[in-house]
């Protein structure tokens, strides 16, 4: 019997890694595009915003896989017995913590690094194309730097809130899913 249970959690971590590395590939090469275009035909301040936005998506995934790897389960069991369906949700995110956190870590999070990064330099080249080689590249380097600590900077500040706020942010979590998943049923 225990070496069926050993079997089946082998297979589901397969499955798990699987998925990810398959869903990180398109999705990043998705992103990539869509960032790509739209940066081209956007106003700079626009272009920046989308850089904004990217690198705040990363911060928050990376903060909310922190704070459902660190919550402490007991509260949303109480929750959950009263048949709660905040707490089962919030239950089932710290029952699958491994698996939020990687999504949440590292699929969103680095993903939006690595889109974010490109969008600095497709950004620097609009930026800095008609300045000297020198110039463009010491402005390019600047802006890249800059876009990589403001990201670091921010997932380190994330990381302690997540740490400190993970109840809270468990329940805002579970919160948003519910609501989500209620609107998937009421449309079948």
């Known amino acids: 019997m225990k070496n069926i249970k050993e079997k089946s959690k082998r297979r589901a971590r397969r499955i798990w ?21 739209a940066l081209e035909d956007l106003p700079v301040w626009a272009a920046l915003a989308v850089l904004f936005v990217f690198i705040l998506l990363g911060i928050v995934f990376d903060m909310i896989g922190l704070a459902v790897t660190t919550a402490d389960i007991s509260a949303f069991n109480a929750m959950a017995a009263k048949k709660d369906p905040v707490g089962k949700r919030a239950v089932w995110l ?13 699929i969103v999070g680095d993903i939006c690094g690595v889109v974010s ?25 600047s802006l890249t730097a800059l876009v990589s600590s403001v990201t670091v900077g921010g997932k380190a500040l994330g990381k302690r809130v997540g740490i400190e706020k993970s109840r809270e942010i468990t ?17 079948k």
């Open 117 to 141: 990064g490109a969008s600095a330099a497709a950004i620097a080249v609009v930026l800095f194309s008609g300045l000297g080689y020198e110039t463009a590249f010491w402005l390019t380097l």
């Open 171 to 187: 329940l805002f979590v579970a919160k948003a899913l519910c609501i989500f998943t209620k609107k998937q049923r009421k449309k």
């Open 94 to 106: 710290i029952a699958n913590a491994e698996k939020v956190s990687s999504f949440c870590n590292d």
């Open 17 to 37: 890694i699987t998925f990810a590395f398959i869903f990180s590939f398109f999705m990043t090469a998705l992103l990539s595009l869509m960032s790509g275009e």
